[in-house]
């Protein structure tokens, strides 16, 4: 058995690499059933009395979306209390992957394990890749998938039928690898990945848009100023998921969504930002308790666009006069991301108790910021060589940050940023990185 944990990744057959699959699939099976107890538990109303998922039951504005796109073939859904249809309410990517999943059986069971073996095989199978063009060992990989399931936290992320974030959680880190891989061609998959997740999350815009493009510049530098066309891939394909999503918003709602403007309720949930109770409230109580509800004060709207410009302007008048307020905010949020350990966005007020999850995780997200900058810092003053792993660490930890705190973050938010945070340090430890 130890001589098989230290065999070396490349030597291991397919029919071994198979059967590793099957065995930690078995295992993780049996991890995914035990939380569905639970999750069920918690969540009833999700699944009827058929086993099958309820659509409408989905929180976060999914529900309504996924039950009209199932049953009545339309992009289209109602928002808490306003009278007008929204067709950008929600990004496409994370509807769209699980209505498919439903069109094939509407079964819950079915669709959660299909979701989860789906993430499963992406982590497990890049991990495996890129290990393995490194001469590293089955043992450094088994390890590697530890670290991406070892925290309960993290694992209610990654395995939640919720919220989108449990796809983000999944495909975020491992473009580190991809990036990083010394196999050009997995280019193809981060082009695929930066895709999907511009078509997932609107906080993700400035990182989807500037990150193909930081690194297209990284690569043409590394590659000792070669061109390859495939370096030019992920841009093209968030080219192309701008132009959907954008034509397809000037259609149904007369307006180009692109980057923070890409769901059209961004300038009302923000509201729950800029009011004068945000920072009495986060980041202990959900911002949701925030937002205006009260009917009689909202005109009547036309349509989305101009929905979204009546929040935006809002946005802006409370913003001029409480700049200030806003600041103090910011403050808050940079440390509620960096080092709060406490249980956030709870609906009614409570004592404050302490997320153990949390600990490991921002220790992680500390020593990766500090190991970083440490030893990129070293090698430009010492050499004057950059070290590209720490750069594009760097580099990939701001610009998923930036969004979060302009705006705000729940600790779902930054289960991406946990692992991306694990995944440097694992590399920088067993030397997987290039120097």
């Known amino acids: 058995m130890i001589n098989f944990l230290k065999k070396e990744i490349k030597n291991t057959s397919s029919l071994q690499i198979f059967f590793i699959y099957v065995v930690c699939l078995i295992f993780f099976l049996i991890f995914c059933n035990v939380y569905l107890s639970l999750y069920l538990n918690k969540f009833p109303l999700y699944i009827d009395t058929n086993n099958n998922l309820i659509l409408k039951s989905l929180p976060f504005d999914y529900g309504d979306l996924l039950h009209n796109l199932y049953y009545n073939g ?22 769209i992957f699980i209505l498919f999943l439903a069109k094939i059986n509407l079964n819950f069971y079915f669709i959660f394990f299909a979701k989860n073996i789906i993430s499963f095989s992406v982590i497990f199978f890049f991990c495996f890749i890129f290990l393995k063009d490194l001469n590293k060992s089955i043992f450094h990989f088994l390890i590697l998938l530890f670290l991406f399931w070892y925290n309960p936290y993290n694992t209610h992320v990654l395995l939640s039928l919720d919220f989108s974030d449990t796809l983000i959680a999944a495909l975020f880190p491992i473009i580190y690898l991809l ?12 082009s695929l990945f930066a895709f999907s997740l511009y078509l997932m999350k609107a906080s993700l815009w400035l990182f989807c848009i500037l990150f193909p493009l930081i690194i297209l510049y990284i690569n043409f530098i590394r590659f000792n100023y070669l061109f390859k066309k495939i370096f030019i891939l992920p841009v093209l394909f968030v080219c192309l998921a701008i132009s959907l999503w954008g034509f397809f918003g000037l259609k149904k709602a007369n307006y180009f969504p692109i980057g923070s403007s890409a769901n059209s309720t961004n300038t009302y949930f923000l509201t729950s930002l800029l009011n004068d ?62 080092f709060s350990i406490h249980t956030d966005a709870k609906t009614k007020k409570e004592d404050n108790q302490i997320r153990f999850s949390n600990i490991p995780n921002k220790l992680f997200l500390l020593t990766a910021i500090i190991t970083s900058v440490f030893y990129l810092t070293k090698s430009f003053f010492n050499n ?52």
């Open 74 to 95: 339309e992009y289209v859904q109602k928002i808490r209390h306003f009278n007008i249809d929204f067709h950008l309410a929600r990004l496409p990517f994370y509807p």
């Open 179 to 190: 990036v990083l891989s010394k196999n050009s061609y997995l280019n193809f998959f981060f």
């Open 277 to 338: 109770k945000f920072n009495d409230h986060y980041p202990d109580l959900t911002v949701d308790l925030l937002l205006d509800l009260k009917k009689d004060e909202i005109p009547k709207f036309k349509n989305e666009k101009n929905f979204y410009i009546f929040y935006k302007n809002k946005n802006l008048d409370f913003l001029k006069e409480n700049y200030i307020y806003y600041l103090k905010g910011v403050l808050k949020k940079v440390n509620f991301i960096f």
């Open 384 to 435: 004057r060589k950059i070290l590209y792993p720490e750069l594009i660490f760097l580099v990939m930890l701001a610009l998923y940050i930036a969004p979060h705190i302009v705006a705000w973050a729940t600790t779902k938010h930054l289960v991406a940023i946990f692992l991306l945070s694990k995944l440097y340090l694992f590399l920088k430890l067993f030397n997987c990185l290039e120097k």
